[in-house]
């Protein structure tokens, strides 16, 4: 990875900079020349982030959604804001509602009163204010708070990101190495269109760029649509590991959900289920109008090549399993 060598002044607020797609953005930022301000939680957790640019090239800074102020102070003087908040499933204060709906709009009128004309909101494949998931329909709530305050915004719809961090492809890894069976949820049908973490955050970086169509809803998918199941077994050729496949019915998985989600890290919650029945790819009229990655330039990577860079410790001799000669 390039170093940006010289920084080019402007100041870009990263909301949720120091998570999986958020430190990935900071890093497409860096690597441009843009100061970066990362506003997150907790700026004892973002010290990952320094070495991403040049010594004071990136500054956590702290910020909580449910906060006012401190999403005000968050924006003061930038150039740019960004948006990459977004939870798999609520935690205590960490609402749907708080951190989905509410604080999109929170992050938009606190631009606005900062001269910021229009932020870049990273949503989701699948928002819609009239699906059965609270997910879904939070992800819809917050495009729209922030359209209706910031017309000429740019929302970036990914369909589910993989890469290093990811919460699919580690997660089924990782139950791979202790169970005999994966759940093939609803029998494993619904339609992924899995996009690379990179690819995402460098389209944040084109709209940074003043590059894409203001008032745009773009959707971002990578370059093959896959079933679940064939993601699963995509992962099981990978890691060496052989499972059975165990076809869970939707009615079974959401009886599992309401009890497995009252478990801390739950593995699965009735919300997820609802969002299974879905699938997640890329409209045929965004491909239509060019309001892709391949649209706007990006040549998007695929699973076969990134995929073995970060799951070979999930094999059954580790990373260093392809060089054993017995």
Request: charged share 20%; net charge positive; proline share 6%.
């Amino acid at each position: 990875m390039g170093m940006a060598t010289a920084l080019n002044g402007k100041l870009v607020t990263v909301f949720g900079g120091s998570g999986f797609i958020g430190r990935h953005v900071v890093q497409a930022l860096a690597k441009r020349g843009y100061r970066v301000r990362a506003a997150v939680r907790r700026p004892d957790l973002a010290a990952h982030l320094q070495p991403l640019g040049v010594p004071g090239q990136i500054m956590p800074i702290q910020a909580n959604l449910r906060v006012r102020w401190s999403v005000d102070r968050a924006v003061e003087g930038a150039d740019a804001v960004v948006n990459c908040v977004g939870i798999l499933a609520p935690s205590g204060k960490q609402t749907f509602d708080a951190v989905q709906a509410f604080g999109p709009r929170a992050i938009a009128e606190a631009a606005q009163a900062a001269g910021v004309m229009r932020i870049t909101h990273v949503s989701a494949i699948g928002a819609d204010a009239n699906s059965k998931s609270a997910y879904a329909r939070s992800k819809a709530a917050g495009e729209a708070g922030i359209l209706e305050t910031l017309p000429d915004s740019i929302i970036l719809r990914p369909s589910i990101v993989f890469g290093p961090e990811d919460e699919f492809f580690n997660k089924f890894a990782s139950m791979a190495k202790l169970a005999p069976a994966l759940p093939l949820i609803g029998g494993g049908h619904t339609k992924f269109q899995p996009v690379y973490v990179s690819d995402v955050a460098e389209a944040v970086a084109l709209a940074v760029d003043g590059k894409l169509t203001p008032g745009t809803v773009y959707e971002l998918g990578g370059p093959e649509i896959q079933s679940f199941k064939q993601c699963l077994e995509l992962m099981m050729d990978i890691t060496g590991r052989r499972r059975l496949l165990a076809p869970l019915p939707f009615p079974v998985a959401s009886a599992m959900g309401r009890i497995m989600q009252l478990l801390p890290f739950a593995p699965i919650t009735v919300d997820q289920v609802e969002l299974l029945k879905t699938d997640n790819i890329v409209s045929e009229q965004a491909v239509n109008e060019g309001r892709t990655l391949t649209g706007i330039g990006i040549s998007p990577s695929t699973l076969r090549t990134i995929l073995p860079t970060y799951l070979g410790r999930f094999s059954e001799h580790g990373q260093y399993d392809t060089y054993r000669t017995t």
